[in-house]
């Protein structure tokens, strides 16, 4: 069982940056994909990007490049992702999950149902 914890959400202003971390603990394995999803009130959840084991390969969305970055410190078993210029649109909660390997096309990146543990979720709110 792994157990996934977010933190670093919070209430910023348009243009504004905030850094989530992804923590694991209990029985993680290798090699493994982060990966982050948010959801906004009313709407599905979207797949924001994912970052490899190494982090030699990352994955970004449009809606996000160029502002969000993901990073990763296997030592401390956390996963970070850097939002610069949020937009109001960046509004949603937040979710890292996990999955074991490197899934080859975005499409199975960005599958839900493909991931084995997930975390609660932090909220991340952009003021206009």
């Known amino acids: 069982q792994v157990r996934l914890k977010e933190s670093g959400g919070g209430l910023v202003q348009t243009g504004g940056s905030l850094r989530l971390s992804c923590g694991a603990s209990?029985?993680?394995?290798?090699?493994?994909?982060t990966s982050w999803f948010r959801q906004a009130p009313g709407k599905e959840r979207e797949f924001v990007g994912a970052i490899s084991w190494r982090g030699i390969n990352t994955y970004y969305v449009d809606s996000v490049k160029g502002r969000f970055t993901f990073s990763r410190d296997n030592a401390k078993n956390t996963v970070y992702l850097q939002m610069n210029s949020l937009k109001p649109e960046d509004t949603a909660t937040y979710y890292c999950a996990v999955t074991a390997g490197w899934p080859t096309t975005a499409q199975d990146l960005a599958m839900t149902v493909r991931y084995d543990y997930w975390g609660q979720g932090t909220q991340v709110t952009v003021s206009s």
């Open positions: 209990g029985r993680t394995f290798s090699p493994i994909t």
